[in-house]
């Protein structure tokens, strides 16, 4: 079946560039997400992109994507101490006759002085 | 502001019981989702509801049951099948079949 794979963790230097990377199986993907989790809350939609697009930019976030390798990755540009927060992956098949989203297991992103 | 409320943030189940988990939105989506998700873990689909009146099982839903009689509502009951019910609960909706999902900000569910 479909999956969506991250690394658990990432540490970065406040100031610094975070790159969040996914790999994703499901070759029909037809849209491609990245949600943000604050400690006891619930996800929040950041981007979203469509498979069709290799790439796009909302202020400090970027999202590239290389269908050839199912490879997407979120750059957060001048990483602040607020960016701290599991960071999930996920992919839907508009073609599906299951509504769902499949979603990683999310990534840690921890900010160091 | 339009947004999905859910509610309790924290319940506390003892053994044999039921307890029911709520869901409102009121962002005009026809579709709405239950997740659960536990510790270091992502998300896992318990039931959704693409229209009124209508719902699916997802991947885990024994011991979980849902109604969706409006719009705006649907409702997670976990039942004492249930053996494990300790988890973060999630809602989320969306205004079609695989579009982008909105979140609520979840139930944490524990066991007494």
């Known amino acids: 079946g479909e999956d969506v794979e991250q690394s658990l963790f990432l540490s970065v230097r406040e100031g610094d560039s975070s790159v969040i990377n996914c790999t994703y199986t499901d070759s029909s993907s037809t849209y491609l997400y990245w949600y943000k989790q604050e400690p006891g809350a619930g996800l929040q939609l950041l981007t979203y992109i469509f498979s069709n697009m290799d790439m796009k930019q909302d202020q400090r976030l970027t999202v590239l994507l290389n269908k050839k390798d199912k490879h997407l990755s979120l750059r957060i540009a001048d990483t602040q101490t607020g960016d701290s927060a599991i960071y999930f992956c996920a992919e839907s098949n508009r073609e599906s006759s299951a509504s769902k989203i499949i979603f990683g297991s999310g990534t840690r992103l921890s900010i160091r002085p | 502001d339009g947004g999905i409320t859910q509610s309790p943030k924290y319940l506390f189940r003892k053994e044999g019981q039921n307890v029911t988990l709520s869901c409102e939105q009121n962002l005009n989506h026809d579709a709405m989702y239950w997740y659960r998700q536990d510790p270091g873990q992502g998300l896992r689909l318990i039931y959704y509801s693409q229209i009124v009146n209508d719902f699916q099982k997802g991947d885990i839903a024994e011991g979980y049951s849902v109604s969706r009689e409006k719009k705006e509502s649907f409702p997670l009951t976990v039942t004492s099948a249930q053996k494990n019910p300790t988890a973060f609960y999630l809602c989320?909706?969306?205004?079609?079949?695989?579009?982008?999902?909105?979140f609520g900000d979840g139930t944490r569910l524990s066991i007494l």
């Open positions: 989320a909706s969306s205004i079609g079949v695989a579009q982008p999902q909105h």
